[in-house]
């Protein structure tokens, strides 16, 4: 009997089916083929998490792909970040690139390209539009796409910015509004100035967005809050200690206190949720150069480790360092310890955690500081950050490494390279 009825109850189904299509509006994902199946869930497996590492609802992993199927240029922003991200990291390996037991014969950089130039064009053709730019949807879509300049080039100070003013145009226009109302508008506001104090670190620039939308804001205080928002706190601050060091105004000893001290507040009043859930530091004896440290989750991993990177900034431009005299030297050296101190913990948080941006941070402090290293241990544990962050992540790091190598003194063929143990 019940095989009797299970031809009609597949039809009834299908007719569920059907007549629920119907009531959906248009979806571009009707008719993907499998390239493009494999891409969406790329990224929500893989790179929705470089994006959600501040945002506990986590709208790139939940929100972005949903809002996609109805926005064209969401979603080539997304299928233009996997491409090249998938087909760079599979293809460091394999001539072959695999997606969830698919081949994906045609996947390379002409794909990842052919999707990047169609959602520039739509960036472009609807950045004229008032209505648009306050399309929350395109500001995701914005930060997405300039993660394809992240992954496309090297630790190094090129000024290629080609997609610098799409995401301006978009985070201006719609910062206000993110601070005040939240959600997936918010959390595209976060990634966006995390994208920028990134490229502003490399290229020792000053910051380039209107920040002023946060004055007034909870983002500017060290009074009770959540995880996220301290996570937030800390980046705003990377962002305010980026345009003083290198805005070309003159600066002031009073503005480098008030930067200093809200460095040295944030670290002591952070919650007790920022402290290491487990802390070892090295055993040189054994060849380790980088501590091991363990956070509780990426937030706090991704908050750590921009207070170092401020803290490197404020001490490498530290106004109050003497010209002259006879104390100059030794103040100095405990500069350039303390640099060092903040590189190698940048680098034993990435060693530790398993936050999928954590080396890529890592790397901004190798590339930027590793040169004052003299000791040839230190170096190769060094280079390694830069070497497993390309085997790993698929960004470019042999520019970085190269200047590194001459800064140094070592030769291209090294053959002398320290033995590295452990890091």
Same mark, same amino acid.
């Given at each position: ?29 009707? #008719? ?5 199946? @494999?891409?969406? !869930? ?28 109805? %926005?064209?240029?969401?979603?080539? +922003? ?40 169609? %959602? ?21 879509? =914005? ?11 090297? &630790? ?17 226009? /719609? ?9 997936? !508008? ?17 290229? #020792? ?7 002023? %939308? ?30 003083? @060091? ?11 206190? /008030?930067? *200093? ?6 670290? #002591? ?9 487990? &802390? ?42 003497? @010209? &002259?005299?006879?104390?100059?030297? +030794? ?14 913990? *940048? @680098?034993?948080? +990435? ?5 999928? $941006? ?13 040169? !004052? ?5 230190? #170096? =190769? +544990? ?24 001459? =800064? ?9 390279? $320290? ?5």
């Amino acid at each position: 009997m019940a095989q009797k009825h299970l031809p009609k109850t597949r039809s009834t189904q299908e007719n569920l089916v059907t007549a629920r299509r119907q009531d959906l509006p248009p979806s571009l994902w009707s #008719q993907k083929d499998v390239q493009e199946a @494999c891409l969406m !869930r790329y990224f929500v497996d893989e790179l929705a998490q470089w994006f959600d590492t501040c945002d506990p609802s986590r709208h790139f992993a939940r929100v972005v792909p949903q809002r996609a199927a109805n %926005c064209p240029a969401l979603l080539y +922003a997304i299928f233009s970040a996997s491409a090249r991200h998938l087909s760079r990291s599979q293809r460091l390996q394999t001539h072959e690139v695999l997606c969830r037991g698919k081949k994906l014969p045609f996947l390379g950089d002409d794909a990842a390209l052919e999707y990047q130039s169609l %959602c520039i064009s739509h960036l472009m053709r609807l950045s004229g539009n008032p209505a648009e730019v306050a399309d929350e949807n395109l500001l995701a879509a =914005a930060v997405i796409l300039r993660f394809y300049e992240e992954v496309d080039s090297p &630790l190094v100070g090129v000024d290629d910015e080609t997609y610098l003013r799409g995401v301006q145009v978009f985070l201006d226009a /719609q910062g206000a509004a993110a601070v005040r109302d939240g959600g997936l !508008r918010l959390a595209a506001f976060w990634v966006g100035i995390r994208q920028e104090f990134h490229s502003s670190f490399i290229k #020792q620039r000053t910051f380039q967005f209107d920040l002023s %939308c946060c004055d007034h804001s909870t983002y500017r205080l060290l009074d009770q809050a959540d995880d996220p928002t301290w996570a937030n706190r800390v980046i705003l601050h990377c962002a305010h200690t980026l345009m003083y @060091c290198y805005d070309e105004r003159s600066r002031t000893i009073k503005e480098y206190e /008030q930067l *200093l001290d809200y460095n040295q507040g944030w670290n #002591q009043m952070a919650p007790p949720t920022f402290n290491p859930l487990y &802390l070892r530091q090295p055993d040189r004896s054994k060849g380790e150069v980088f501590p091991e440290v363990w956070f509780l989750d990426d937030c706090i991993v991704t908050a750590i480790q921009h207070w170092h990177l401020a803290r490197i900034l404020l001490t490498a431009f530290d106004p109050r360092v003497p @010209c &002259l005299g006879p104390g100059r030297r +030794a103040v100095i050296g405990r500069r350039e310890a303390k640099i060092a101190e903040s590189m190698f913990i *940048l @680098c034993g948080i +990435a060693r530790s955690n398993q936050t999928a $941006p954590a080396l890529i941070t890592a790397c901004m402090g190798v590339s930027m500081c590793g040169d !004052r290293i003299t000791d040839g241990l230190e #170096q =190769a +544990a060094l280079l390694s950050i830069l070497t497993t962050t390309e085997e790993t992540h698929a960004l470019s790091t042999k520019k970085a490494q190269a200047q590194l190598r001459e =800064a140094w003194g070592w030769t291209n063929s090294e053959s002398e390279t $320290p033995s590295l143990l452990s890091s």
